[in-house]
């Protein structure tokens, strides 16, 4: 019994040494954290960062960075090694989630308001260090570089108020991308020129080693990627692999050209950042465990360093805090300010701007920390730092809220336009027909489907209504479940949906009612004989008896494929009730995939989409070629490439844009594109308004059906 209760009280000796226990106790911390602090909302960054300073050496010694806390084998603290893969992880995703079409429309603003908010702060904070502080010339140096830094802790408040295309939001993302990376820049100088290597020497081997390291990441790296993920699509858990090596390879590789490892991770996120869509499963896997294990390991392991008692040895610690508190915030008021005036925006989008660029977290941290553990700042500032990121996080998430609740008063919000779908309200159906082709119709369906809307992606089953049908409809579900599978790989939410009729299209179009379904994804319509396509295949049939948005999709080839979208649109098309709803989806698609747009139109067409891309306030690149010829939809085919996703928009038969050269435009565009990808749309109409209440048998469609295929048995299509 005392051997036991001696080795229970060696266990929980503090520090605690034991990995097992140590691990457990950080899980802990990463769990209860949020819970604990979110009543008094404290930033989640900041919860962890108080836990490690509870829990640290300086606190209660719990956890230490000590040597019997190691991985067997290679004499690396795990605490440490984890914490600096967080760092990495931190500078990786922001890089990978800017969203570089956005920067792209907004670049001359944000390349002003990037100059104005990484100048004014470093202009005030220089003096203030060098003068008032007392430092030298280098911490000061780094210190001002500090102030210019921010990250979008705040985001997310502007995106639940709908407001994330409003141009504010778009320059001040644009302008993370510049200050950062100049911030990150002068760390490299100035962890040079504190090691005493600042020479003409330095400067060539830094501009040199900078040039290969650039091209190695840009040129090289996303070859690489997209060679990987076409060959090894299969493998999910290789993908990730893949981009956690590319990560640390990168960081080794800046380390390798005399920069710091955050700028390598930080640039592996732009280069990998068009090949990983925002709403892809592989993006969740990053994220779920980068947020789940490095970056709470590193934030802890930021609140172990920390000495609070610093700040009660004297009044110099106090005065250091509260000045970088006080030169932080002022410098990124005036920077907002300054930006407000040169464009001529109101008060309230000046306080978005400030807002959302006032709360310093990842990168001044990272900044702060290359400098405390090179020696080039003391403990006073990486205390001061601690409660300048607290103080900056709690005002940034004040002042966005209440900018963000007034700029929607004002009416400002990017749905500006007569919505025909409420997105939060977005229902989407997709019928299951070859279990074979699902996956990248439901990556399709993850990527288009409105973030906003709480619903699930429904996926529907029919089962024949006969003798058999119990036993069919158990098979159903147990095969859709690897849906359910596949799909929480994206944290995306399916429901099994299964359904009797005698009839495919008349099952799919009673759940489609059911359920107000806003859209149904099909998979590309199947050759089929003679008599069907006169007397109504499963692909007319469904369009017969439903009113909704229709999207058929051949997804043969991984979507990183492709370099551009190619959207045929015929005349007419904007009068259709749909048009608002699938011009959304295709911006969509594009902003997740990261590629242009072409439409070809005519030109009364044109000017229509031009008009709702200005509403819409897409950041999508779009561009035109002008079609005249309708009628003859083969001419289409010198408009496409083999690097584009086609999509062709048609129309129900009746409808104000269908014409004679539609029908059957699945069969003809699927025969002649055998290679490549292709999305035919179907665009919604007004329930009532079409004669097709006697679905199995129409007279008119099926004389013309007749009298076309009796035409192509004597004039073979090319």
Known sequence: MDKLLHHISEAFSTPITNPVLVFTVILTIILISPIILRPIKVPGIIGLILFGVLLGPHGLNWLSKIDKVTLEGSGVDAIDLFSTIGLLYIMFIAGLE?????????????????????????????????????????????????????????????????????????????????????????????????????????????????????????????????????????????????????????????????????????????????????????????????????????????????????????????????????????????????????????????????????????????????????????????????????????????????????????????DTHKEHVEEHEEQI????????????????????????????????????????????????????????????????EVEILTTLDHNIGSGIGRTSKELFADCIILGWPSATSFIEKIVGEKAESILNRTNTNLFMCRLDKPFLSHKSITVFVPPLAESETGFVYWMEKILRLGQELSLPVMYVCGTRTQRAIETLLDQLKSSVPAGFSNYEDWDNIYGLATFSNTDSLLVFVSARYGEVSYRDSLDGLARRVGRYYQNQNLILIFPSRVENQHIDDYENVQMAPIFRKISREIGNMFNKEK
Not at 120 to 143: A, E, K, Q, R, T
Not at 446 to 463: E, F
Request: overall charge neutral; proline content about 3%; some cysteine.
């Open 98 to 414: 800017l969203d570089m079409n956005e920067f792209k429309k907004t670049k001359n603003k944000s390349l002003l308001f990037g100059f104005f908010t990484f100048i004014i702060p470093i202009m005030i904070g220089f003096p203030v260090c060098y003068y008032l502080l007392n430092y030298d010339f280098l911490p000061s140096i780094l210190i001002a570089s500090m102030f210019a830094t921010h990250t979008l802790v705040t985001y997310p408040i502007v995106n639940s108020y709908g407001i994330s295309k409003h141009e504010a939001v778009a320059i001040t993302i644009g302008g993370t991308i510049l200050t950062d990376t100049a911030v990150l820049i002068i760390l490299a100088v100035v962890t040079g020129a504190s090691q005493g290597a600042l020479n003409q020497e330095f400067w060539v081997t830094l501009g040199v080693s900078f040039t290969i390291f650039l091209f190695i990441m840009f040129g090289v790296i996303p070859r690489i990627a997209k060679w990987f993920f076409q060959r090894i699509e299969a493998e999910k858990t290789a993908h990730y692999i893949f981009v956690l090596a590319v990560v640390f390879f990168a960081a080794f590789l800046s380390e390798l050209a005399g920069l710091e490892p955050i700028i390598g991770a930080f640039v592996a996120g732009l280069a990998l950042n068009k090949l990983i869509p925002h709403s892809s499963a592989l993006m969740n896997r990053i994220e779920f465990i980068g947020n789940a294990i490095f970056i709470p390991f590193f934030l802890i392991s930021v609140g172990m360093i920390v000495d609070v008692s610093v700040l009660t040895k004297g009044p110099m610690a106090l005065i250091i805090a509260g000045t970088l508190t006080l030169v932080a915030v002022t410098g990124k008021f005036l920077a907002a300010t300054a930006t407000q005036l040169v464009f001529k925006y109101t008060k309230n989008q000046r306080n978005l701007i400030f807002g959302l660029s006032n709360a310093h977290a990842a990168a001044t941290l990272a900044i702060i920390m290359v400098g405390y553990e090179k020696e080039i700042i003391d403990e006073n500032v990486l205390n001061g730092t601690i409660v300048l990121i607290l103080v900056t996080c709690i005002i940034a998430s004040i002042v966005t809220e209440n900018a963000s609740k007034k700029i929607v008063m004002e009416g400002h919000q990017h």
């Open 429 to 492: 159906l997709i019928p299951i027909a070859n279990l074979a082709n699902m996956e990248p119709i439901l990556d399709f369906a993850t990527l288009i489907k409105s973030k906003k809307s709480h619903h699930p992606l429904h996926i529907l089953s029919v089962v024949p209504d006969n003798e058999e049908a119990e036993r069919n409809t158990l098979n159903a579900r147990k095969n859709l479940d690897s849906m359910v599978r596949y799909a929480s790989g994206s944290e995306t």
